[in-house]
């Protein structure tokens, strides 16, 4: 069966390693805080001046001054900082962070990726997608893999205005794990239940299969 939202972030959660300095994209990423193991070390960035952010808070206590780059409350860890936008984005663009994790609308075979606008729609702005695509070297998309209409957006070339080229590295969707190769995408991993030939059916991009594709692990 297809993942839900939560079980994507928990899939994503599992590459997130101890020591790492993650920024979470709006959107799913900002679930895998709340799936990280509980026996290593993380500390998650966000753009908007907050080092050591830690999972959602449960209904009721929220502090609204606690806020993500998305505006949603959030809760931090001890030893949490605070600090303006030029600092954060000081720590972007050096390259501090070790994982960013983001949502996309559409990913193509090159890794290149569209996450900020859809022409003619009203937008809040690009925020820091930029600065995240153009610094990170270790770029995982968490998104869809198909669009409300059931068409897809893994797509041979991206359609909409870009992000960032040759960017991203991984991809986790409600079907599969795919990695971007020079080649293409290689199918690594297939939801629970789904074929390869649903995948692939879902698929506009070409996929690179090598051998028996194992179902993803979501504990």
């Not at 609308?105 to 569209?114: H, L, Q, S, T």
């Amino acid at each position: 069966m297809a993942l839900d939202k939560n079980q994507i972030a928990k899939r994503i959660a599992q590459e997130v390693k101890d020591g790492y300095y993650v920024n979470l994209g709006i959107g799913i990423p900002t679930l895998v805080a709340n799936y990280v193991r509980n026996d290593i070390s993380v500390e998650f960035q966000s753009e908007n001046g907050v080092l050591g952010m830690g999972p959602f808070p449960f209904e009721g206590e929220e502090d609204a001054d606690l806020i993500n780059a998305g505006k949603q409350t959030i809760t931090t860890l001890a030893g949490a900082s605070f600090f303006d936008s030029a600092l954060s984005f000081g720590m972007i663009r050096s390259q501090k962070v070790d994982l960013t994790i983001l949502g996309a609308m559409e990913v193509d075979e090159n890794g290149d990726i569209a996450n900020w606008k859809i022409p003619g729609k009203m937008v809040k702005g690009m925020g820091g997608a930029m600065d995240l695509v153009a610094s990170a070297e270790n770029i995982i998309v968490a998104m869809m893999h198909v669009n409300k209409a059931g068409e897809s957006k893994i797509l041979k070339k991206c359609t909409l205005p870009l992000t960032g080229v040759g960017c991203v590295k991984k991809i986790v969707t409600e079907l599969a794990v795919m990695e971007v190769t020079p080649k293409g995408f290689k199918l690594l991993e297939r939801a629970p239940g789904v074929s390869v030939e649903h995948i692939i059916a879902n698929t506009e991009a070409n996929l690179i299969i090598e051998g028996e594709i194992p179902e993803m692990l979501i504990n």
